[in-house]
């Protein structure tokens, strides 16, 4: 029988943000809602499928920032803290529902149970460690993990500085060789962004294959087969997965995917704002600055502020419609595709981890459900990971994919735009004078050598695709344009201080204890004379 | 600033993000009102991005753990010792070229004091003027063409329209005197756009519907919307005669 592949990829990366200098900040809850709505349900999910005999594959690219953040001390404390308190408010949650609104008991009761459950995995399972879990299933052979960028920069607005790229893609590297013990082989492009030459970088460190967004096959300047349907091999041998854009559509898309369906949860209707400041002032952000607290009640029902109680059991239903429905959709248009092509296609279907449990809260039970039914022997689609795909499929085209990321415009657009081009001024000069600074202070020891391994960090972390992102979408541009220029101006400490023979201890000392990122970091990597 | 799927939030959450928007009266304002105020003042703050989120009614953002963008970080987080603010430009001569899509670039670039001192005089009393002078090879015939942008001197950055895919693209910041003597300051690195190449074989295309099925249908949505990219939809416009 005919057998369609799929690749599902997921990206789990967030900004490296800490803030020890606060008791509670506000960015630092970007981590703390992945861990507690994405990550952990994913991982207790992907282990019930391993204890079920299911033989799943799925590839997850994590991040160094997210290696770091994951494994820092101070930042799992702080994540105890947060499952704590969002516990204590469940709990106050059942007594409120109990009397006021009887309609929401259930799902309040299914809140409280997951946050205890949360607390039970990240504490006693995983030592509150989460990386372990991937671990373990990387080991029994159904995750391939990969990495990205060191800091997620988004590398076609740095062509021009092939120093920065290699420092990018190096010390990713050798942050996975650290965390997992191997070199992975697949290297997650940050945003899909490719530029014709990015893979020369990528090879030179062992990586065997990348993603790259739908457009970057038709656009490719040469005559590509299969179009998105078959990875490509670029002329140094490193293969490049295209994405499926209207695959991916049924789930990604915010007007019309699975997660628009009325019966799913309502994401943006949140106690957070509909409850009274007295009940829910503590747990909140000070001071009373409403924000999201996951007690979410509401089904989307439609474009209208009337919303219908969210009803789990209705939701769990339109989730197994939905999943089989996906895999129809794949099989029904993988036979018309294998006619075409002569052979069955290979689906890439790549997405922010984010999307399943924290965005979409019935996305990690539609994935459970994706990957159960298609291992069934009687499924006309397999799944794969792109390593698994290279090794048994030596016969591919060779082809550069075109210049392209998946961001609006299908370009660079996003990052850089009239909210956001002043900011390559700064990173690319910082760029310059690290250099010069790797040359002109080569194999530097002690009080030097980590003042400018400092300099290489608050370079790196300013090339965080993040803060162009964030003050492109004002979802939080305060807080990008001050990390941005924090990094860049703490970089000119080093830079003036070096250039008066100095080292600005005070400012070394608290910088080193800020950012805890990249911990055996040698500056060295920016000079360009190696 | 955001605003996410107004229509669907409470009148509590609606009445936040006006108190956070600094709306007067937001209390006594009637739901319809609010909507009206929040849309209006997101009109005046904004631009297309928020203008298409309203549009669209939805989005699916990254980095979104409240409703409103939260202005409170006045204080200075990371501050450390020692730290100073970012200058505007720098103290070089230099001009860079970035490429933003096939047929935009954006070129920034910086005057070193001693640079503006030696072609404008102590007192800019020497006059004269800027410009850029983009230079295109086409990477299949290696022809050269060169076009001017005019700049004043208190520019630090442009955004350009690249004619045509299928070059190479590098810029030169150019001093002119008042004499019309040309004199070149920086020069940037190359930048390359290829095209596609289906827009010069679209006849294979038109010719061989596995051929098209192949190469679009991963492109193009169930409901008929084609990935947001100016040349594919090009392509795509030109092949099915404007259906898609």
Redesign the interface.
């Known amino acids: 029988m005919s057998k369609k592949s799929v690749a599902f990829v997921l990206n789990i990366h967030l900004p490296y943000v800490r803030h020890l200098e606060y008791p509670r900040f506000l960015e630092e809850d970007w981590l703390f809602e992945a861990i507690s709505e994405s990550y952990l349900p994913m991982l207790r999910m992907l282990y019930k499928l391993r204890a079920d005999k299911v033989a799943y594959k799925l590839t997850v690219s994590l991040s160094p920032p997210i290696l770091c953040m994951l494994t820092d001390p101070a930042l799992q404390n702080r994540f105890n803290s947060y499952l704590e308190l969002h516990r204590e408010l469940g709990e106050k949650e059942l007594v409120r529902c109990r009397t006021e609104q009887p309609e929401f008991l259930e799902m309040a009761e299914y809140y409280l149970e997951q946050l205890k459950q949360n607390l039970t995995d990240f504490n006693d399972l995983y030592r509150c460690n989460i990386l372990e879990g991937f671990k373990s299933l990387e080991t029994s052979g159904h995750l391939e993990l990969i990495t990205t960028a060191a800091t997620h920069a988004y590398l076609p607005l740095y062509k021009e500085y092939p120093t920065a790229i290699n420092a990018q893609v190096e010390l990713a590297v050798q942050s996975f060789l650290t965390t997992f013990g191997h070199v992975p082989k697949g290297f997650w492009l940050p945003e899909c962004g490719y530029y014709p030459g990015l893979e020369e970088t990528l090879k030179y460190h062992g990586i065997t294959w990348f993603q790259v967004a739908s457009q970057s096959m038709l656009l490719s300047p040469e005559k590509v087969n299969f179009g998105d349907y078959r990875p490509v091999r670029c002329p140094n041998g490193v293969a490049a997965f295209p994405r499926d854009y209207q695959a991916t559509s049924l789930v990604w898309s915010n007007t019309s995917g699975y997660p628009c369906d009325r019966n799913y949860r309502e994401f943006y209707r949140d106690i957070g704002y509909d409850l009274p400041m007295e009940y829910i002032g503590e747990y909140i952000h000070q001071p009373e600055v409403r924000v999201f607290t996951g007690f979410k009640y509401w089904a989307i029902t439609g474009p209208t502020d009337q919303k219908q109680p969210y009803d789990r059991s209705l939701a769990q239903s339109k989730v197994a419609e939905h999943a089989k429905n996906f895999l129809y959709n794949l099989e029904m248009k993988g036979d018309v595709l294998s006619a075409s092509m002569g052979e069955d296609p290979l689906y890439t279907l790549c997405f922010d981890a984010e999307l399943f449990g924290h965005w979409w809260f019935e996305g990690v039970d539609w994935l459970d459900q994706v990957l159960r039914l298609s291992s069934r022997e009687e499924e006309q689609v397999t799944l794969v990971t792109p390593s698994l795909f290279l090794a048994t499929e030596n016969d591919l085209q060779v082809v550069r994919p075109a210049f392209s990321s998946w961001g609006q415009g299908g370009y660079s657009s996003v990052w850089l735009d009239g909210s956001n081009a002043w900011i390559y001024r700064h990173i690319h000069k910082s760029i310059e004078r690290m250099e010069e600074l790797a040359v002109r202070f080569s194999d530097q020891i002690s009080l030097k050598q980590r003042f400018l391994n400092q300099a290489a960090r608050e370079v790196l972390l300013s090339m965080a695709s993040d803060w162009p992102f964030i003050l492109y979408n004002k979802t939080s541009s305060e807080y990008a344009q001050k990390r941005l220029t924090d990094h860049l101006r703490n970089f000119n400490v080093v830079y003036g201080n070096m250039c008066k023979n100095a080292v600005n201890t005070e400012w070394l000392v608290k910088a080193e204890k800020r950012d805890i990122i990249f911990p055996d970091i040698d500056y060295n990597i920016f000079n360009p004379q190696r | 600033?955001?605003l996410?799927?107004i229509?669907?939030?409470?009148?509590?959450?609606l009445q936040?993000i006006a108190q956070q928007e600094g709306l007067e009266n937001w209390q006594t304002l009637e739901?319809e009102e609010l909507i009206d105020e929040l849309e209006e003042t997101y009109g005046e703050q904004?631009d297309e991005?928020?203008a298409s989120w309203l549009k669209?009614?939805?989005?699916?953002?990254?980095?979104?753990?409240?409703?409103t963008?939260?202005?409170?970080?006045k204080q200075d987080?990371?501050?450390?010792?020692?730290?100073?603010?970012?200058p505007d430009?720098?103290a070089e001569t230099s001009i860079?070229l970035?490429?933003?899509?096939?047929v935009?670039a954006?070129a920034?670039w910086?005057l070193s004091p001693a640079t503006k001192i030696q072609v404008f005089g102590e007192d800019e009393q020497l006059g004269g003027s800027l410009f850029l002078r983009v230079f295109s090879l086409d990477l299949l015939t290696y022809e050269e063409k060169t076009f001017d942008i005019a700049v004043g001197v208190e520019d630090?950055?442009w955004n350009i329209n690249l004619p045509a895919m299928g070059n190479s693209y590098k810029v030169t910041l150019c001093y002119k005197n008042k004499k019309g003597l040309e004199m070149a300051l920086a020069e940037s690195?190359e930048v390359s756009?290829?095209?596609?190449?289906?827009v010069n074989?679209y006849e294979e295309m038109a010719m061989d519907s596995?051929?098209f099925?192949?190469?679009?249908?991963?492109?193009?949505?169930?409901?008929g919307?084609i990935?947001?990219?100016?040349?594919?939809q090009e392509?795509a416009q030109t092949l099915s005669g404007g259906v898609l």
Request: with cysteine; charged share 20%.
């Open positions: 600033m955001i996410i799927n229509d669907s939030l409470s009148t509590t959450e936040y739901r904004d991005i928020t669209s009614k939805g989005g699916r953002k990254r980095f979104c753990n409240a409703l963008d939260f202005r409170g970080n987080v990371n501050g450390l010792p020692g730290v100073e603010d970012l430009v720098y860079h970035l490429m933003r899509d096939p935009w954006y920034y910086s630090t950055q690195s756009s290829y095209p596609s190449y289906w074989h596995k051929l099925n192949i190469h679009f249908s991963s492109l193009v949505t169930k409901e919307e990935v947001d990219n100016a040349v594919l392509i």
